[in-house]
C-alpha cells in the first residue's frame, strides 16, 4: 500500500521505518544521480493512505516509466549501443 508522510514523501510502508522505500520524493534534487526512488529513515513521521486518485496517478506514471524504459531500450539495439547498467 502506497502511503504520503507528514513531509509530502509518497512510498511503501514497510516493517522497518528505518528502511522505507519511497517513490515520490518531496524534496527532490533533480542533480541526485536516482531522483526517483530511494530509502529513507521515516521514523517518527506520521503517514496514511494515499487518495485513490493519487494511487492512480502514481500506478499510471510508473506504468509510463515501464514502457519508456522498454523504449529506451529497443533504440539502444537498434543502434548497437551498450546498455546503461544502473549501479544503485
Same mark, same amino acid.
Request: hydrophobic letters at 35%.
Given at each position: ?5 507528514? /513531509?509530502? /514523501? ?15 520524493? /518531496? ?62
Amino acid at each position: 500500500m502506497f502511503v504520503k508522510f507528514s /513531509c509530502g /514523501c509518497i512510498g511503501v510502508q514497510s516493517n522497518n521505518p528505518k528502511k522505507t522505500y519511497i517513490i515520490s520524493i /518531496c524534496d527532490i534534487d533533480m542533480n541526485d544521480s536516482n531522483p526517483l526512488f530511494t530509502i529513507r529513515d521515516m521514523s517518527g513521521k506520521t503517514f496514511e493512505p494515499v487518495s485513490n486518485q493519487e494511487f492512480e496517478d502514481l500506478f499510471l506514471s510508473i506504468g509510463k516509466l515501464v514502457g519508456d524504459g522498454h523504449k529506451f531500450r529497443t533504440i539502444q539495439t537498434l543502434l548497437g549501443t551498450p546498455p546503461i547498467v544502473w549501479k544503485g
